[in-house]
């Protein structure tokens, strides 16, 4: 998909704001409950330096994800955003603290949530700015919920088989006219997978514009109105 005339950047995904997230167990050293904001267990991404830059992950305090943190074997790091660190760590330094977040399996194998401190520690080299998760009204602290990412090969995630990819989909930075471009990314994809299958390409406009034609309506009505 990068060789494709016009792409930019690409990237796989596991999961992005405003489409599919994961919410995985986690536990902090020295708290009793997990970290939440209204209950609402923080956010997780797996995410590659590309991939944050597609986004517009900024840092307030320490650094990105490099490519030595996408290698294998590398050591555990993980980014908080700026909700998370304040909430857990009021007053204190995110970085470097531990974090123990995913699936942990019980004597008999099985998902057990209340192990996840048994988890090993994820150092916190970053502390990110707050982003919109799932909506675009800030009612509710929808404008500061707990959200993290750790390197893409950390994801602690298993997939649902094992047949089946860590990466839901891809994440494509375009110049120019992306209807002229997302057909050609899906033929790219479709006509180089090893099984027949079919690629949903969209703009990922379309996983907002939900939310804003209501508004877009109220303002239209209210032009229309005040032309009247």
């Known amino acids: 998909v990068r060789a494709i005339p016009g792409v930019v950047s690409a990237s796989v995904t596991q999961a992005m704001p405003f489409g599919s997230f994961h919410i995985p167990p986690i536990s902090v050293p020295g708290r009793e409950e997990p970290p939440s904001v209204n209950g609402q267990l923080p956010a997780m991404y797996a995410a590659t330096p590309e991939y944050l830059d597609m986004m517009g992950v900024r840092t307030v305090q320490g650094r990105l994800f490099s490519a030595k943190d996408m290698q ?15 909430d857990v760590w009021p007053g204190g330094n995110a ?14 194998g099985e998902p057990d949530p209340a192990a996840s401190s048994t988890l090993p520690c994820r150092t916190v080299v970053g502390v ?19 959200q993290y990412y750790v390197p893409f ?7 649902f088989a094992p047949s089946y990819s860590r990466a839901h989909g891809l994440l494509v930075k375009v110049a120019g006219d992306v209807d002229r471009m997302a057909p050609m990314v899906q033929r790219l994809i479709q006509g180089t997978a090893a099984a027949p299958l079919f690629a949903q390409v969209r703009p990922y406009q379309d996983l ?14 209210f032009v229309a109105f005040g032309a009247l």
């Open 72 to 86: 294998p074997g590398a050591p555990l790091v993980m980014l908080v955003n700026e909700t998370f660190a304040r």
């Open 128 to 146: 990110v700015r707050d982003s919109r998760v799932r909506s675009l009204n800030p009612t509710g602290r929808e404008a500061s919920l707990m």
């Open 153 to 159: 090969g950390q994801d602690p995630v298993p997939p």
């Open 95 to 108: 970085l470097g603290q531990c974090v123990r977040a995913g699936h942990a399996l019980d004597s008999f």
């Open 208 to 221: 907002i514009d939900p939310q804003m034609r209501p508004w877009r309506l109220g303002a239209t009505m």
